[in-house]
C-alpha cells in the first residue's frame, strides 16, 4: 500500500537515479566551473580542512544572539587566519577560504573596499608605513563613506577634512547627527583604522569636494575609541541578515591627523594649502568598481547555492498525480516548477562566468591606474553599475542567504541610481552613433571605435525567420534580438527625453545591460569548444544551458521586443490555431528545460558545493531531505523542555480564565 | 553653508509640509478605509490601550532569542484575553486586537482555521462539549492538515484514522517518517486540542480518504503530552520569521479516540462502520477558504505599513540634485522613485477593500453551508485560489514584515498549484460560453447565468481609441482591456491544452485573476460616491489611486496586451518621434503619479497606522527618521561595552599576530 511506503528512504533512491540520468562527466565542467582542475582541487583541500573545525560549525548559529553572532563571526577569521600562518596558505588560498565562509563578516571589508583603497591611492610614504600591516591584519580597517543621511550622492557628503597650515595636519569633523559616517561594515567594534570620505577644505573655506583620508580609530594597546571619535555598533538589520558584521556608525569631534594621512597618490595637497588637480575626476571609484565586480561574483555563487537547494529538493519531493509506481510525481517533473528552477540554475553559470571575465577586467584597469592611466575607468564604471543592478534584481529568493543580500540593493550605490549611470554611458555613446540630434547614420570607424559595452548599438542584421520557432534555439539570433531592443530603447530615450515615461530610464539601464551580457554569453559559448577540460557532450549541455538564459532573457523583456515590432503578429486569428506571437518562444523555453531536465543533478553537482558550505537540510547531498529536517527540528532550544517556561507563565493562566469563563456561561444557561 | 545645515530638523519641516499639501480629508479617508467611523475609533481606542500596555513593547524584540520570542508571545496572548475579561470587549473587540499584533502568534490559528473548521463540522454533540472551551480559550486549538512529506495534494496524506467498532473507536496513526504532521502552527509546546486531517479507514481496510478528527494532545492538567503522541516545535523558519510561533511536528502512535471525534456535520460513520456520503465532496474545504479571504485582507494591510513606511522616508530623505533652496531634492520628488512608491499605496487600498469584500461572501458562503446550502462553495475557492497568489506576489519588500509572509507562498496551497485551480475554473466557464470545442457563440442566457468570477469571458465592447492617450485613464477601459486579455489567454490556452507552452497556466491564472480584482476595483470606483464619509475631492483622490492600480496592472502585462494585438502598434518609424505603443500608458502613469504626489502623505496617514503598529524608525510619524534611527541604534546590546568580549578572544590575537608577521618581513628586507 502507497500509504506505509517510506518517502525517506525513497528520496535517497530518486537522487541517485537523477545522478545516473546525467550524461555530463561532473568532474570534467566542475574543473571548467572553477576554472581549472588546480583551482578546484584547491578548494577541495580548503572545505576538507575548514568544514571539520569545530570553529566552523554552522550547526548552531541559527539560535545565537546577535553578539553570539558577532563573536562567532571574529572566532572564525582569527582562526581563518591562524590556519593560513601555520598551513602556509598562499594569498590566493587566503582569498578562497574567506569566500567559503556564508557570514557576512567584518574583515570583508577590509579585504574588498579598505585595503585595495589604500593600496591605489596611498602615497609611497604611506604605503611604506602600512601596506605590510594591512596586509597581515595587524591593523584591521574599514571604508568610511555612507553618512546617515548621504549615500550615493558622494558630492554631498557632510563630513569636513580641513587643512591647517600650521600644524600641516587635517582636522576631521561631522558638523551635524545626519553627517555621522553610517552603516559601515567593521566600524562598529573592530576597526581599528578607517579610509574616511571627507570633504577636503582648503585655506580661505575652499571646499573641494570629496577626498579620502586614512584615520586611526582605536588604540592598539587597549582597542579604546581614541580621543574625539564615537563610535559605535548601527543595531540589527532587516530580517537579522548580515548579524556577525558590526556595522558602524561614527562621529569625529574635530580629530587631527597628519597631512600625509591624505591619500594623495593622485591628488595633493601642499604644505601652504594649495591643491594639486588629479589627471582623472573619477579616480576615487576605483574602490567601489572593484567591490561591484566582486559582487558580480558573489552573486553568481549565491544563486548557484539558491539553484542546487531547489533543484535537489524538488528531485526528491513528490506531489500530485500518482505516475505508474503508484508514487506521487517528482515535482522537478512538474512543467511549471521546472521552467522556473532551470533558469535559476543557468543564470548561476552565466553569472559565475561573467564575474571572472569582469574581475579579470578591473584587474587590467587597476594595473592602468596605478601607472595613472585612466582610460578603461569610465568603460568599467558604466559596465558595473547596469551589471550590480541585473545581478541583484534576478536573484532568486532562497534560504537564509537572502537576508545578508538584501543591503545589496542600496550598498555600493542604489539600484536606481546606478541604472542612470549606466543610461547616461548609454546616452553618449548613442550620440557618437547617430550625431547629437540622433539623426545622422553611423560611419564604419565610429562603429569601431566604441567601447565594447555598446555593442548592442551597432545595428544587428536580423534573419527574416526570427520570430519562426527554430531561431529561438540559436544564440546569435537571440543575441542580435537582446542588442536591437536596446539600441532602440536608447532611440526611444533619446527622442523622448524631455518628457519621459514612467519606467524608460530603468528601461533602458536594463536593455542595454542584458545586451551587454548577451554579448559576453555569446563569447562563453563559442568559448567551451576550447575549453580543455570539457568533452564534447558536455559542451553541448552547456551550451544549450547558456541559450536557456538567453531565452529567458528574451522572455522577461517580451513587451519591449513587441513594442517595437521586433516579434511578428501571427496572421488574424484562426479558430483553433495559437494566436500568440510569444507562444514560439515560450514553446522553446519549455522544450529545451525538458531537455535539460535528465541533466540537472549533474549540473548542480558540478557546482561542487558540500553539504557544509549549504547548510540546507532541503538540499543535502544524497536527498534525504525529510530525515535531515526531522534531525535539525530536534536540535530546537524550545525541544529542550517538554513543558516550556511560557506554560506557567501564560499558557495555564489563560486557559484557566477560559475554562472558567466556560462553566459560568454554560451556568447560566441550565 | 549648506553643510552645517541640520537635517534632522529638516525631516520634521518636510514631513510637515508634505502633510499641509494633501487636499483631502484624512479623518473622512480614514472612516472610508475602516469602514465607519464607529470602527476607526474602536481600533484607536485599542490601540491607546495596547500601546501603551509594556508586555505589548516591541523595542527589545529585535535581540530576543527564539524561546523568548515565543515566552513573549504568549505574554501578549494571555495579556490580551485578561484585557478582553477585565475591560469587556466584544468579541469584535478581541478581533481587532488581535489583528494589531504584528507578531506571528500561536492564538491566529486557533482562531483562523481550528474554531471555524470546528464550528463548520463538528456534530450537535461535540459543539455542546466544546464550543464553548474554543471560543474562551478554556483550550487551545491547531488545524494539523500538513505532513512533512505531503502539502497541497490533500488526497496523499498519509496519517490514518482506523476505525475499530468493537469500542467505537478512531485509532489515529502516523505510519511512516513523512507521515508526521508539520508546519502546524501552536502544535509546537502551546496547543492543548488538534483539528487531524487523517485518512479514514474503515473496516476491511477501506480507504475513505481525507477527513477531520477532534483530538486531544495535551493534559490540561500538566500541559505533558498525551500517550502516544510525539511532538515538538520544527525549529527556526526562514529570515527568523514567525519566531513567536511554535510551528509544530507530530507523531501519532496507535493513539485511540472516541467516534464522537470526527468532525460528523457532512460525513458520518455509522456505529458497525459503514460511511454516510456528504452533500459535496469538497466540504472540508471550507476551512482553508476562510483563512484565504482573510489572508487578503492582512495582505493589504501589510501593504499599507510597506507603503506608509517607504513614502514617508522618501518624504523626508534628500538626495541628488540640489534645489533652488539649496538642499537636495527629497527622494520621493523624483519619478524614478515615487513612480514605484504610489503603485504600492495604490495596491494597499485595494487589497484592503478587496478582503472586506470576500470576507463578507465567505460569511455568506459559511451562511449557507451551515444548512447545507454548498452552491456558493466552488466561485469563492477559484476566487480564492487566484487572489491568493496575486495578493503575495505583487507584495513589495517590506522591512521585517517580509519574513513572517515568506511562508505565504506555500501555506493555504502552493502559489502554482493554486494556479491550476484557478485555471480548471476558467477553462469549465470557457467551455459553457464556447462549447466543449470552443466554436460556438455564447448565447445571452449562458451569459447572464455565468458566476462573477467569469465575468471577464464576455466579449468586452471596447472603443476606438483603446491606444490614445486619454482612454489610459478612463477606468471602464481598463477593466475592458484586462476582461478581453483574460479571455483571449483562456482561448489560447484551450486552443493550445495539448501542447501547452512554459508559462500559459500561470499567466491564464494571472490574467482571470486580475480581470476579477479589476471588476471589483470597478465597483469600489462606482461606489465612491455613495460612501456617505467621502467629501466630492476625496472621491476624486481615491478614484485617482484606483485608476494607478488598474493601469499598472495593464502595464505588468504589457507582454499579454501586445502578443493578442489589443494594442495598436505606431506607424512606421519617423525619425524625432516616439516608436513605442507602450508609451501612452507609460506616460499616463507617469501623469497620475506627478497628481498623486501631494496626496500621498494624507493617503498614508488616511490608513491610520500608528508609530506603535510600524514600529519603523524610518516610518516615524514625526518624519524625524534620522533622530529615530540614531537613537535606536544606541539600544544595540553590543554597543553596552565600548570594548567587546571579542577582542581578547579574537581581535587582539589577531591584530598581534599580524603585526609580528609584518615586522618580521619588514626585518628581512632591510
Given at each position: 500500500m502507497a500509504s506505509s511506503h517510506d518517502a525517506s528512504a525513497q528520496n535517497a533512491v530518486d537522487m541517485a537515479n537523477a545522478r545516473n540520468q546525467a550524461s555530463i562527466d561532473v568532474s570534467s565542467v566542475k574543473h571548467f566551473v572553477y576554472n581549472r582542475k588546480e583551482e578546484w582541487q584547491r578548494k577541495e583541500n580548503l572545505v576538507q580542512i575548514m568544514s571539520k573545525d569545530p570553529v566552523f560549525?554552522?550547526?548552531?548559529?541559527?539560535?545565537?544572539t546577535r553578539t553570539e553572532k558577532y563573536s562567532r563571526g571574529l572566532r572564525m577569521v582569527n582562526r581563518m587566519y591562524e590556519l593560513e600562518h601555520s598551513l602556509g596558505w598562499s594569498k590566493e588560498d587566503t582569498k578562497v577560504a574567506t569566500s567559503l565562509l556564508d557570514d557576512a563578516l567584518p574583515i570583508n571589508l577590509h579585504v574588498t573596499a579598505f585595503e585595495p583603497v589604500f593600496l591605489l591611492q596611498a602615497s609611497q610614504e604611506l604605503l611604506d608605513k602600512y601596506a605590510g600591516l594591512i596586509a597581515t591584519r595587524g591593523i584591521f580597517g574599514c571604508y568610511m563613506q555612507t553618512e546617515l543621511a548621504h549615500g550615493?550622492?558622494?558630492?554631498?557628503?557632510?563630513t569636513t577634512a580641513t587643512y591647517i597650515p600650521d600644524t600641516k595636519e587635517f582636522e576631521i569633523h561631522?558638523?551635524?547627527?545626519?553627517?555621522s559616517k553610517w552603516?559601515?561594515?567593521?566600524?562598529?567594534?573592530?576597526?581599528?583604522?578607517g579610509v574616511v570620505q571627507a570633504k577636503l577644505i582648503l585655506p580661505g573655506g575652499k571646499d573641494m569636494g570629496p577626498h579620502l583620508f586614512f584615520v586611526q580609530l582605536r588604540?592598539?594597546?587597549?582597542?579604546h575609541l581614541l580621543h574625539g571619535i564615537t563610535a559605535g555598533d548601527i543595531g540589527p538589520k532587516s530580517f537579522n541578515g548580515?548579524?556577525?558584521?558590526?556595522n558602524g556608525f561614527a562621529r569625529f569631534n574635530h580629530v587631527r591627523i597628519p597631512?600625509?594621512?591624505?591619500?594623495?597618490?593622485?591628488a595633493q595637497v601642499t604644505d601652504d594649502g594649495n591643491y594639486v588637480q588629479p589627471?582623472?575626476?573619477?579616480?576615487?571609484?576605483g574602490g567601489m568598481l572593484y567591490i561591484r565586480s566582486g559582487m558580480v561574483t558573489a552573486a553568481g555563487w549565491i544563486t548557484a547555492k539558491a539553484a542546487v537547494i531547489a533543484i535537489r529538493y524538488a528531485t526528491v519531493r513528490r506531489q500530485g498525480n500518482r505516475g505508474p509506481d503508484g508514487l506521487e510525481k517528482?515535482?522537478?517533473?512538474h512543467p511549471s516548477l521546472h521552467v522556473r528552477l532551470l533558469p535559476i540554475l543557468s543564470r548561476a553559470y552565466v553569472f559565475i562566468g561573467l564575474g571572472r571575465a569582469l574581475t579579470q577586467a578591473f584587474d587590467a584597469m587597476a594595473q592602468r591606474l596605478s601607472s595613472g592611466?585612466?582610460?578603461?575607468l569610465a568603460e568599467l564604471h558604466a559596465t558595473t553599475s547596469g551589471l550590480k543592478v541585473l545581478c541583484y534584481d534576478s536573484q532568486p529568493v532562497s534560504v537564509a542567504i537572502y537576508a545578508d543580500m538584501v543591503p545589496s540593493v542600496t550598498y555600493e550605490g542604489e539600484n536606481f541610481v546606478l541604472d542612470q549611470q549606466a543610461v547616461r554611458a548609454a546616452l553618449k555613446a548613442f550620440r557618437v552613433l547617430f550625431g547629437p540630434e540622433g539623426k545622422s547614420q553611423p560611419s564604419a570607424s565610429v562603429i569601431q571605435n566604441?567601447?565594447?559595452?555598446?555593442?548592442?548599438?551597432?545595428?544587428p542584421i536580423l534573419?527574416?525567420?526570427?520570430?519562426?520557432?527554430?531561431?529561438?534555439?540559436d544564440s546569435e539570433t537571440l543575441i542580435l534580438l537582446l542588442e536591437w531592443r536596446a539600441a532602440l530603447l536608447v532611440h526611444e530615450l533619446a527622442q523622448t527625453l524631455q518628457d519621459p515615461d514612467a519606467t524608460i530610464y530603468q528601461r533602458v539601464s536594463k536593455g542595454t545591460t542584458e545586451a551587454f551580457v548577451a554579448r559576453r554569453v555569446g563569447e562563453m559559448i563559442s568559448g567551451l569548444k576550447a575549453?580543455?577540460?570539457?568533452?564534447p557532450n558536455d559542451v553541448d549541455v552547456l551550451r544549450r544551458l547558456y541559450i536557456l538564459y538567453l531565452q529567458t532573457t528574451v522572455e522577461s523583456a517580451l513587451a519591449d521586443f513587441l513594442s517595437f515590432g521586433l516579434l511578428r503578429l501571427p496572421s488574424p486569428s484562426r479558430l483553433g490555431?495559437?494566436?500568440?506571437?510569444t507562444r514560439g518562444l515560450r514553446v522553446a523555453i519549455a522544450r529545451i528545460c525538458v531537455g535539460l531536465l535528465p541533466e540537472a543533478i549533474g549540473l548542480t553537482d558540478a557546482l561542487g558545493l558540500s553539504d557544509w558550505e549549504l547548510d540546507s537540510a532541503l538540499g543535502v547531498y544524497d536527498g534525504k531531505a525529510y530525515q535531515a529536517l526531522w534531525d535539525r527540528a530536534q536540535?530546537?532550544?524550545?525541544?529542550?523542555?517538554?513543558?516550556?517556561?511560557a506554560y506557567e507563565e501564560s499558557i495555564k493562566p489563560m486557559l484557566l480564565r477560559g475554562q472558567k469563563m466556560a462553566e459560568r456561561k454554560a451556568g447560566s444557561k441550565l
Open positions: 560549525d554552522k550547526s548552531k548559529r541559527e539560535w545565537m550615493s550622492n558622494v558630492a554631498a557628503l557632510e561631522s558638523p551635524t547627527l545626519t553627517s552603516w559601515i561594515g567593521a566600524l562598529g567594534k573592530t576597526a581599528t583604522h588604540s592598539l594597546d587597549t582597542h548580515n548579524a556577525p558584521n558590526d597631512k600625509e594621512n591624505m591619500l594623495s597618490k593622485f589627471p582623472h575626476a573619477k579616480i576615487s571609484y517528482q515535482v522537478i517533473s592611466d585612466t582610460s578603461l566604441l567601447p565594447p559595452s555598446s555593442d548592442y548599438l551597432q545595428p534573419k527574416d525567420d526570427d520570430s519562426s520557432s527554430s531561431s529561438w534555439y575549453q580543455p577540460e570539457l568533452k490555431a495559437s494566436r500568440d506571437p536540535m530546537e532550544p524550545l525541544n529542550a523542555k517538554e513543558v516550556p517556561d
